[in-house]
């Protein structure tokens, strides 16, 4: 049974940061993908960054300089430093590990992150 917890949501003024940490346990392939999603009342949710195992990174275009994605292979764990905060990056943001061609796909629980204006 594969486990993941995530923390470090919060509220937080726009310009300010936070760091989300995901810890993945259970039976997992070195070779995966470990991601950030986020997610708003009534919309989809979407990628925020991911980042594989071998060290490829993607970043949603709104972003991109301002969210840098990170992982300890070790550790099976990921973060995401989000710095430049503004209001719109308000949402429920959901860790997310998955390998084997998407075939075994993992969700954390979800953290809010709130960022007044």
């Known amino acids: 049974q594969v486990q993941l917890v995530e923390s470090g949501g919060g509220l937080v003024q726009a310009g300010g940061s936070l760091r989300l940490s995901c810890a993945a346990s259970g039976s997992i392939s070195r070779i995966n993908t470990m991601g950030w999603y986020r997610q708003v009342p009534g919309k989809q949710r979407e990628l925020v960054a991911s980042?594989?195992?071998?060290?490829?990174?993607v970043y949603a275009d709104s972003v991109k300089g301002r969210f840098t994605i990170s992982r300890d292979t070790a550790k099976n764990t990921a973060y995401l430093q989000m710095n430049s905060l503004k209001p719109e990056d308000t949402a429920v943001y959901y860790c997310n590990l998955r390998y084997g061609m998407a075939v075994y796909n993992y969700w954390g629980q979800g953290t809010q992150v709130t960022v007044s204006s």
């Open positions: 980042i594989t195992s071998g060290g490829v990174l």
